[in-house]
T-cell receptor
């Protein structure tokens, strides 16, 4: 399977703990996105990478959140001092860079469901 | 800022019938893209169909078609000959035209979704 993969699929943690999620994009994709989806809502954009450079961050990404994409391959999203409000599905998507007008499709991973108790 | 509104939290359709899901959006941009994504239960989101705002012709993908009304900022999805496998959450999404470095980099803005049930 050469789709986007995310690990772990589920994470339960206690409030105040740190957690880290991993996303492995489709190998030739140079763009990588992180979204957060809470119950009953659509995904909300968190941050975006082009290769290894983090080019855009949403205001939703507080200073407790940090994302990296070393060497432009996999990406990690870390949440420090988790809060109950961080409970959500964290989705990763990847795409090729757009050439000309047409944006390439974003392919989504299965997500990591975080529960903060 | 752009917003996407899906006013139907849930919809139901009989197998083999046709259903239309509604989506409206707000933007001051003239060039953008619109998408419908499908999220089956416990499975990952997949793209159903997309529409370029500069194209007047409505997009079609097999049983899925859209009714794009740019002036009204409306973008509905029609599913014909509904199948049991169509049951899922459907999300309407907006994307700005890629402005390259420093501009909007293509993140999607989603609506809250419509849960579609298909009755056998």
């Amino acid at each position: 399977d050469t789709g986007v993969s995310q690990n772990p699929r589920h994470k339960i943690t206690k409030r105040g703990q740190n957690v880290t999620f991993r996303c492995d994009p489709i190998s030739e994709h140079n763009r990588l996105y992180w979204y957060r989806q809470t119950l009953g809502q659509g995904p909300e954009f968190l941050t975006y990478f082009q290769n290894e450079a983090q080019l855009e961050k949403s205001r939703l990404l507080s200073d407790r959140f940090s994302a990296e994409r070393p060497k432009g391959s996999f990406s990690t999203l870390e949440i420090q001092r988790t809060e109950q409000g961080d409970s959500a599905m964290y989705l990763c998507a990847s795409s090729l860079g757009a050439l000309g007008r047409m944006p390439y499709e974003q392919y989504f991973g299965p997500g990591t469901r975080l529960t903060v108790t | 800022a752009q917003t996407v509104t899906q006013s139907q939290p849930e919809m139901s359709v009989q197998e083999a019938e046709t259903v239309t899901l509604s989506c409206t959006y707000d933007t001051s941009e003239s060039d953008y893209y619109l998408f419908w994504y499908k999220q089956p239960p416990s499975r990952q989101m997949i793209l159903v169909i997309r529409q370029e705002a500069y194209k007047q012709q409505n997009a079609t993908e097999n049983r899925f078609s859209v009714n794009f009304q740019k002036a009204a900022k409306s973008f509905s999805l029609k599913i014909s000959d509904s199948q049991l496998g169509d049951a899922a959450m459907y999300f309407c999404a907006y994307r700005s035209q890629n402005r390259g470095y420093g501009g909007s980099q293509g993140n999607l803005i989603f609506g809250k979704g419509t849960k579609l049930s298909v009755k056998p």
